[in-house]
């Protein structure tokens, strides 16, 4: 199996890359003005990027990024001579990778997705595209799926690579009847070969889709005519679509529902029986069906412990709760599945809070945060506390001092100098001790 090589070999990574079929939920940072590539290390919440053949993964991108080649080329303006070690050709098995918000996920060399699903914008307001200037092959029941209008897929290969060099398209396919040449592109994998000898079919490429039986050079006319501002053009789709299968042209973009839910707030509070209450609301609504709400004590193994109806359709602000009336003793983790009519679903942010009657709670409103962290502390006496902010190596962003009441303390907290990454909040007082790890976006 190929690896994710890194920039820096570090020990982390080596711990990693020895682990490669387990689940992982990994998130980039939000902002990438010092242009990191998928293979930057500095590009990943924590530091870690995905280990080599990523299984079972949730990645989920959150800036403008590039898959590089394994030619020494990457983008990274701090790493700009040859050689620079890079990905090699990329595999993803099974999981989501999801481009999220409004970015540009751009493909520079060869990339295999096996029954993975991703996600060209993950809600009805994001302007997610992916750039393919190679090309990316869908295995079993991968799929993609563009999540709104605004969201699109280019695969006209413009050859504009850093420097503006051009860009050599590294995958495996040549185009039907002239096997000199290569565009990028999409392609859906299928065997036995065709009666041309051929086992893929174009999905979305700049000289048209379909099997080399039924090749035909068009494009799609998928959401952009004239009541849009979306122009067709040969290799260019947008959404909201989705790959299926067309018995005549093989895996083919069909016309889909915009993506059901857009969530706009998720927390959990202990209540004073020591039961947990999950709220949560959305802005918006389309074919949505349910919530199911999932638990975890360590945020690997997640179980369902119940499941809210859903509006189904709503262009206002719809609230909801669940009550947990048997929590985890110590740490637990609440996320949403947001399942929409067709079976279709996105998963929530991580919400914790702690129910360990032997200890005071500690409720986290911001995980990950941004600028600042917004945390509930319960105490059982008035006391004085110390809140030490610090990152996983022991360096302090921040320290400060706060007179607690008896009960319920609302407390915001601002990390001076905190890049992305993980780092790790401490509370003290007389009667009360609670760490906790965040994630800072």
Not at 355 to 370: A, E, H, T, W
Request: charged share 15%.
């Amino acid at each position: 199996m190929k690896k994710f090589y890194l920039l820096i070999l570090t020990v982390v990574f080596l711990s990693f890359s020895l682990v490669t079929q387990a689940q992982g939920v990994y998130s980039s940072i939000t902002s990438n003005p010092s242009f990191y590539t998928l293979d930057d290390g500095r590009f990943w919440q924590g530091g870690v990027p995905p280990p080599g053949g990523c299984t079972d993964c949730t990645i989920t991108i959150n800036s403008n990024v590039t898959v590089v080649p394994d030619n020494g080329t990457s983008t990274s303006l701090l790493y700009p001579s040859p050689g620079t070690p890079a990905l090699n050709d990329v595999q993803l098995h099974r999981g989501t990778l999801v481009v999220n918000g409004n970015v540009t996920l751009t493909i520079n060399t060869y990339i295999e997705f096996f029954d993975t699903r991703v996600v060209i914008g993950s809600d009805a307001s994001t302007a997610a595209t992916l750039v393919l200037n190679d090309q990316a092959d869908l295995n079993g029941i991968a799929t993609v799926q563009l999540g709104n209008i605004n969201c699109a897929i280019n695969a006209n290969n413009t050859g504009t690579a850093p420097l503006f060099l051009p860009n050599p398209i590294n995958g495996p396919h040549a185009d039907f009847f002239s096997p000199a040449t290569k565009s990028a592109g999409i392609f859906g994998i299928f065997a036995p070969p065709d009666i041309n000898g051929y086992n893929y079919s174009y999905v979305l490429t700049s000289n048209g889709i379909g099997k080399s039986t039924h090749f035909f050079g068009t494009q799609y006319s998928l959401n952009c005519d004239g009541s849009t501002s979306n122009v067709c053009a040969p290799g260019w789709v947008y959404g909201p679509a989705i790959t299926s299968l067309d018995p005549t042209f093989g895996v083919i973009f069909t016309q889909s529902a915009t993506l059901p839910v857009v969530l706009v707030q998720f927390l959990a509070t202990k209540n004073p029986d020591a039961t947990i209450k999950l709220s949560w609301a959305t802005a918006q609504e389309i074919n949505s069906s349910s919530f199911d709400v999932e638990r975890s004590a360590d945020q690997g193994s997640w179980e369902k412990i119940g499941s809210v109806k859903a509006k189904g359709y709503a262009s206002t602000t719809s609230n909801y709760t669940f009550t947990d009336q048997f929590p985890l003793a110590g740490n637990g983790y609440y996320r949403l599945k947001m399942i929409d009519l067709d079976g279709k679903f996105e998963y929530s942010k991580v919400v914790f809070v702690t129910s360990d009657n032997m200890r005071q709670p500690l409720v986290v409103y911001s995980n990950p945060f941004s600028d600042q962290i917004r945390v509930k502390v319960n105490v059982d006496r008035s006391q004085n506390l110390t809140l030490v902010v610090s990152d996983i190596i022991g360096k302090t962003y921040l320290k400060q001092s706060y007179h607690a009441q008896a009960g319920d303390n609302l407390i915001n907290l601002v990390p001076t100098g905190a890049a992305s990454g993980m780092y790790v909040l401490h509370i003290e007082g007389n009667t009360y001790d609670q760490t906790v790890k965040l994630a800072k976006q």
